[in-house]
């Protein structure tokens, strides 16, 4: 067996994550505009035409010459004609004109403000002004969105919707972007029994699969169930193979630690390549991360079975790691300050539950649950984001700002 790091801190274990994720880049595909929602972008991309591409009216009204107003009380200009959006015609105005005009129709030749309807007057062809304007008032000028040759987005920008509506705004039908990972999603243990089974003496429901196929989903990957691991080492090894020749990440749930059906520490040691065993958290500090080696090309994201560490670990350090397979930089931390006092009194790092509050006064804090079991569940479904409180025991005042890690 080769030896690998064990019991590291957490910052080990993302720098590891990032680092073997960082070799592994997945890549490039071409996407259509339509299905490429919540994609990672994969190259800058760069305005090849102006937005708005010609100068337009921002309101329905009349389009004028500022210098044909007057400067107080009401104005009367004869109605030379229309212009709407999508068409070509555009009536030049002369002196003493105007053009009623929709929003988003070109400016006519020789306009250079538009008036809005409600500021007006029309009796038959002449259209009363009711008051001055600034010059250039709702209208919108040629390139003041964005300009050609100036940068829209970069790689690893997250393709939301508006980002997508700017690509569209270009013209384009296709985009470059990461192909995400295919995710294979095993739980172990013969006490597992589904949802909607009897249970039988000490068994359980099996609610690790759907919490990690919901947070998969929730990233926009499609992952795959695979039936429930029994505690039988030649069935690990033949389905975990056989997940690991056809994904590129393979989840575990359970028997990662030391117990006597653990047998994924040996499985990993002997049939691929172990990164590390076990970090200082609380909860999740049996998680094992391993490239497959003999188990095939697949990682290997072996977690712990408390549902509580699943979903701290996964938050940690599996979507840190699908992120980075994707080129997807590194999210941005958040900090909420305490809405209580905590009191931390043992080593590891601690993932602890919590609720934000975002304050009227612009703060945001958060409420530490003080039901920190890793089998909690029902505290981790009454939170939405955990707690980074550092390795060491100490006091936490009320007001303290700490990482936080929403979800």
């Known amino acids: ?36 929602h919540g994609r990672i972008l994969a190259t800058d991309l ?71 309807k409600e500021n007006t007057r029309v009796d038959g062809n002449r259209v009363h002004v009711l008051g001055p304007t600034t010059r250039g008032r709702h209208v919108r000028l040629a390139g003041e969105d964005t300009a050609p040759g100036e940068r829209l987005l970069q790689a690893g920008d997250v393709l939301t919707p508006s980002r ?42 099996n609610s690790n699969r759907e919490l990690l196929m919901g947070l998969l989903r929730a990233e926009g990957l499609e992952p795959v169930a695979w039936p429930t691991l ?38 990993m040691q002997t049939q691929g390549r172990v990164l590390f065993w076990k970090s200082r958290l609380k909860p999740g500090m049996p998680v094992l991360f391993a490239e497959g080696g003999g188990l095939g090309e697949a990682l290997f994201l ?3 079975g408390n549902p509580v560490s699943v ?17 997807r930089p590194p999210r ?26 975002h304050g009227e006064d612009g703060v945001l804090s958060v409420e530490p649950n003080p039901a920190d079991g890793s089998n909690r569940m029902h505290a981790a479904a009454d939170s939405d984001a955990l707690l980074v409180l550092e390795e060491g025991p100490r006091e936490y005042a009320a007001g303290t700002a700490v990482e936080v890690i929403s979800y």
């Open 1 to 36: 067996m080769t030896e690998f790091p064990t019991r590291i801190s957490y910052a080990e274990a993302a720098a590891i994550i990032a680092s073997t994720a960082a070799a592994r880049r997945l890549p490039v595909e071409r996407c259509a505009l339509q299905r490429a």
């Open 311 to 327: 979903l701290a670990t996964w938050l940690a350090l599996g979507r840190p790691l699908v992120d980075a397979l994707q080129a």
């Open 164 to 205: 997508i509506a700017l690509c569209a705004m270009q013209g384009l039908a296709e985009l470059d972007v990461r192909r995400p990972p295919t995710v294979a999603v095993f739980s172990t243990g013969d006490e597992l029994v589904e949802p909607g089974m009897s249970l039988g003496p000490g068994q359980i429901y």
């Open 302 to 304: 072996c977690l712990p």
């Open 46 to 116: 760069t305005a090849t035409i102006a937005q708005p591409p010609f100068d337009n009216s921002a309101m329905d009204g009349f389009a004028l010459r500022h210098a044909d107003l007057a400067a107080e009380g009401e104005t009367v200009l004869a109605l030379a004609g229309e212009q709407f959006a999508g068409t070509a015609d555009q009536p030049a105005i002369g002196p003493g004109q105007c053009v009623r005009i929709t929003t988003g129709a070109p400016m006519p030749p020789g306009a250079d403000t538009v008036v809005m």
């Open 230 to 267: 029994a505690d039988d080492p030649a069935h690990v090894e033949s389905s975990l193979r056989h997940a690991g020749n056809a994904f590129d990440l393979v989840i575990t749930c359970g028997g990662v630690s030391a117990g006597e059906k653990d047998y994924l520490p040996e499985l």
């Open 332 to 357: 941005p931390k958040l900090f909420a300050r305490l809405a209580t006092a905590w009191s931390k009194r043992h080593e590891r790092l601690e993932f602890l539950r919590g609720r934000l509050v």
